[in-house]
């Protein structure tokens, strides 16, 4: 017998894990617009190293 779907659960799940993903890019941002203002001259290079690689 198949499991009775919890929706509430499931969308609360998914809404939580879209405001982590939300709050880390905007804390990236924040780092990066901060380090730009101090004038630190931090390479592209290091920054995408901390992504996931992206296809083109």
Avoid: I, Q, S
């Avoid at 990236?28 to 901390?50: F, N």
């Amino acid at each position: 017998m198949p499991r009775k779907p919890n929706y509430k659960f499931e969308r609360m799940e998914r809404d939580r894990e879209k405001a982590a993903k939300k709050a880390a890019r905007l804390e990236a941002k924040r780092a990066k617009t901060e380090a730009r203002k101090e004038g630190d001259d931090t390479p592209e290079a290091e920054v995408l190293d901390t992504e996931a690689p992206v296809d083109c």
